[in-house]
């Protein structure tokens, strides 16, 4: 399953999750690859999609992925539970 095939090819639900308040990001393999970013996800990085997509979080964040954030998301990539923190 390729997710950037499903987001190329998915228009109308990539426009519709673009309009989403909440920062989405999509990421793909060890690396944490982003494939998807919606436009608040954009405004709060301060960066462009052409910026984003296809380079990996602890490329385009340098110092960001700390040791427990980036074991929640091995682990999520591992295990395909989604990780939901609380308010």
Not at 19 to 46: T, Y
Request: overall charge negative.
């Amino acid at each position: 399953f390729k997710i950037d095939y499903f987001w190329q090819s998915n228009e109308s639900l990539k426009a519709l999750v673009d309009q989403i308040p909440d920062l989405i990001a999509v990421r793909r393999g060890p690396r944490h690859i982003i494939e998807f970013v919606n436009h608040a996800f954009m405004k709060a990085s301060g960066k462009s999609e052409s910026e984003l997509l296809g380079k990996s979080i602890a490329d385009v964040f340098p110092g960001l992925l700390g040791t427990i954030e980036k074991e929640l998301a091995d682990q999520v990539l591992s295990s395909g539970v989604p990780f939901v923190a609380d308010a």
